[in-house]
């Protein structure tokens, strides 16, 4: 960020009470003019390379940056510079330590010499070190000072600053005042936030359906058998709650693409702003959807390791002792067979294409797909995957939801309740699939309207209005 004010008594030093941007500075920019004719230089110029590959000596009459700190960022701030013909001076605690990491070019002092000359100086230490600035008010008093984002009140020194990232050959982006630096330079410290409301859904889910499975499963045998179940609780309970709760997440990346094609067909058009709540749904069906790919995952190792535990030993050899008390050789029922062998071939085939899903999330591989190749596979795929999942969980419950003995305090099965929202997104989009909403779907995408133009409402407020850009 960069900023300037006037009057040196209103200097603030980052780890004097405030990080760098957080108040207004003393801090005179070069006159516009100065630095637009300095900065039309090539990014890469030919004479600050020697033969050997190293940077040679940047001409004296070069303009002079300097850069507080001697880390990675300001390493590679300074080979950037040099590259883009600027002078750099680079303040370290420890030139000397430090002076064979950076190129020849630039030269590598004590941070106080480092401030003297240069009307612009760069931050690149870590906020801890801020504190090491302290003693150096009095020489940044009339400079500019920059952290990474640029927020600031005046446009002066938010000019010089981009024409200087124009010229290493960046693209500068406008935070806004300096009002929000502080937010700014906080994102790239925050955990994870695009992860928060996904995880939660999926949390919440998970606790829904444990505890379900948990009634049915456990708690009602004991108190109407009095038999402990209680064993099932670390993995039998939980491999029932991992797929209903990979199932549902699924639907729900689905789900919001269903209401927003709703929404375009009953407005006729794609330049109306969705509710907020259902952009911000939109927002995350990546993580969404890796979430579901993460507990289908779970799902599978926990059923491999089913046949690992001692309650499946013990039932295998009960059921054996059981038919040779009953003078049974032979115990074969074909339905169940075929259900089996069909659900467990349903269930690998969602797996993988769920897989295919997630990998397609990751940047790298994404961004080796053009647009339509992304689309058939998050869309097309997805769908089929959502199917899949679909005749996986029937397969599965079979004939269960009829049977009065699998409803246990009157509670339905589990899977019952998983396939509710996942039919609703799978009815809705064979609906859309029919022609007369398909064709005018298509057309709405397309940039077709109901009412034939678009209309750009002006705020009734006219100071709103005078900050209305016109298109």
Request: one cysteine or more.
């Given at each position: 960020m960069a900023d300037e004010?006037?009057?040196?008594?209103?200097?603030?030093?980052?780890?004097?009470g405030e990080?760098?941007?957080m108040k207004d500075r003393t801090l005179h920019p070069p006159s516009a003019t100065q630095v637009s004719g300095e900065m039309d230089k090539p990014l890469i110029s030919c004479r600050l390379v020697d033969s050997d590959g190293s940077l040679a000596e940047t001409p004296s009459e070069a303009p002079k940056v300097g850069i507080l700190g001697s880390g990675d960022f300001a390493?590679?701030?300074?080979?950037?510079?040099?590259?883009?013909?600027?002078?750099?001076?680079?303040?370290?605690?420890?030139?000397?330590?430090?002076?064979?990491?950076?190129?020849?070019?630039?030269?590598?002092?004590?941070?106080?010499?480092?401030?003297?000359?240069?009307?612009?100086?760069?931050?690149?230490?870590?906020?801890?070190?801020?504190?090491?600035?302290?003693?150096?008010?009095?020489?940044?008093?009339?400079?500019i000072l920059v952290d990474v984002p640029i927020c600031s009140d005046h446009p002066e020194a938010k000019r010089a600053v981009s024409e200087m990232v124009q010229a290493m050959g960046f693209m500068p982006v406008d935070m806004g005042s300096l009002v929000s630096a502080r937010e700014v330079e906080a994102m790239p410290l925050r955990l994870l936030p695009g992860w928060k409301v996904p995880a939660l859904l999926a949390l919440g889910l998970f606790i829904f359906f444990y505890i379900y499975n948990f009634v049915r499963d456990v708690l009602q045998p004991y108190v109407r058998d009095g038999k402990s179940k209680f064993y099932k609780l670390p993995?039998?309970?939980?491999?029932?709650?991992?797929?209903?709760?990979?199932?549902?997440?699924?639907?729900?990346?689905?789900?919001?693409?269903?209401?927003a094609a709703a929404l375009q067909l009953h407005r006729g058009t794609k330049y109306r702003r969705f509710p907020d709540w259902l952009d911000h749904w939109l927002q995350h069906r990546k993580q969404i959807g890796l979430l579901s790919f993460f507990c289908a995952a779970l799902h599978a190792l926990y059923s491999f390791c089913l046949p690992l535990g001692r309650v499946n030993r013990y039932e295998v050899?009960?059921?054996?002792?059981?038919?040779?008390?009953?003078?049974?050789?032979?115990?074969?029922i074909e339905e169940e067979v075929w259900r089996m062998e069909i659900y467990l071939s349903l269930g690998v085939l969602a797996l993988g294409t769920l897989s295919q899903l997630a990998v397609t999330s990751l940047p790298s591989i994404a961004n080796s797909l053009n647009w339509r190749e992304f689309s058939f596979v998050q869309s097309t795929l997805g769908f089929v995957a959502l199917v899949l999942s679909t005749l996986h969980t029937l397969t599965y419950g079979w004939t269960r939801a009829f049977e009065d003995s699998h409803y246990k305090f009157y509670l339905p099965p589990t899977f019952t309740l998983t396939l509710l929202v996942p039919c609703v997104v799978i009815l809705a989009k064979g609906?859309?699939?029919?022609?007369?909403?398909?064709?005018?779907?298509?057309?709405?995408?397309?940039?077709?309207?109901?009412?034939?133009?678009?209309?750009?409402?002006?705020?009734?407020?006219?100071?709103l209005a005078q900050k209305t850009s016109h298109v």
């Amino acid at each position: 960020m960069a900023d300037e004010a006037s009057g040196a008594q209103d200097f603030s030093t980052p780890g004097c009470g405030e990080s760098p941007g957080m108040k207004d500075r003393t801090l005179h920019p070069p006159s516009a003019t100065q630095v637009s004719g300095e900065m039309d230089k090539p990014l890469i110029s030919c004479r600050l390379v020697d033969s050997d590959g190293s940077l040679a000596e940047t001409p004296s009459e070069a303009p002079k940056v300097g850069i507080l700190g001697s880390g990675d960022f300001a390493r590679s701030l300074v080979t950037r510079l040099v590259g883009s013909g600027f002078s750099v001076v680079v303040g370290s605690r420890n030139p000397k330590r430090t002076a064979g990491l950076f190129p020849s070019a630039a030269q590598v002092t004590f941070q106080a010499e480092a401030v003297d000359s240069p009307d612009v100086i760069f931050v690149a230490m870590f906020r801890e070190h801020y504190s090491s600035l302290c003693g150096l008010s009095d020489q940044l008093a009339g400079k500019i000072l920059v952290d990474v984002p640029i927020c600031s009140d005046h446009p002066e020194a938010k000019r010089a600053v981009s024409e200087m990232v124009q010229a290493m050959g960046f693209m500068p982006v406008d935070m806004g005042s300096l009002v929000s630096a502080r937010e700014v330079e906080a994102m790239p410290l925050r955990l994870l936030p695009g992860w928060k409301v996904p995880a939660l859904l999926a949390l919440g889910l998970f606790i829904f359906f444990y505890i379900y499975n948990f009634v049915r499963d456990v708690l009602q045998p004991y108190v109407r058998d009095g038999k402990s179940k209680f064993y099932k609780l670390p993995v039998s309970v939980v491999n029932t709650t991992l797929p209903c709760v990979a199932y549902v997440l699924l639907s729900l990346v689905y789900l919001p693409g269903v209401l927003a094609a709703a929404l375009q067909l009953h407005r006729g058009t794609k330049y109306r702003r969705f509710p907020d709540w259902l952009d911000h749904w939109l927002q995350h069906r990546k993580q969404i959807g890796l979430l579901s790919f993460f507990c289908a995952a779970l799902h599978a190792l926990y059923s491999f390791c089913l046949p690992l535990g001692r309650v499946n030993r013990y039932e295998v050899v009960n059921l054996a002792i059981k038919q040779v008390l009953a003078n049974k050789s032979h115990l074969w029922i074909e339905e169940e067979v075929w259900r089996m062998e069909i659900y467990l071939s349903l269930g690998v085939l969602a797996l993988g294409t769920l897989s295919q899903l997630a990998v397609t999330s990751l940047p790298s591989i994404a961004n080796s797909l053009n647009w339509r190749e992304f689309s058939f596979v998050q869309s097309t795929l997805g769908f089929v995957a959502l199917v899949l999942s679909t005749l996986h969980t029937l397969t599965y419950g079979w004939t269960r939801a009829f049977e009065d003995s699998h409803y246990k305090f009157y509670l339905p099965p589990t899977f019952t309740l998983t396939l509710l929202v996942p039919c609703v997104v799978i009815l809705a989009k064979g609906l859309f699939l029919l022609p007369c909403f398909r064709r005018k779907l298509s057309r709405i995408r397309r940039g077709w309207e109901k009412d034939g133009g678009v209309k750009f409402a002006l705020p009734a407020d006219h100071t709103l209005a005078q900050k209305t850009s016109h298109v």
